[in-house]
């Protein structure tokens, strides 16, 4: 959640598109970690399903992060 909080206050500075898309990149994985804990807690799904909802937030996460680099 720090990252995410660095990350944005780096991209209300310098207002660029990578500084942009890694916030929501580091975004979608903080996303991820607190989904997990709330669907485990909050819901009937199995570990197996919120593991699952976790994961596929982390990928998106590492994906826009990925694309800032690359572009």
């Known amino acids: 959640m720090a990252t995410t909080a660095i990350?944005?206050?780096a991209?209300?500075?310098e207002r660029t598109r990578y500084l942009r898309d890694a916030t929501i990149g580091f975004g979608f994985m903080t996303l991820g970690v607190?989904?997990?804990g709330f669907l485990y807690q909050l819901t009937a799904l199995t570990l197996t399903q919120v593991h699952v909802a976790e994961?596929?937030?982390l990928a998106?996460?590492?994906a826009v992060l990925l694309w800032s680099f690359i572009r």
Do not use: K
Request: positive net charge; proline residues 0%; charged residues 20%.
């Open 7 to 9: 990350s944005f206050r």
């Open 11 to 13: 991209y209300r500075q």
């Open 34 to 36: 607190l989904i997990e």
């Open 55 to 57: 994961s596929a937030a």
């Open 60 to 62: 998106c996460g590492f």
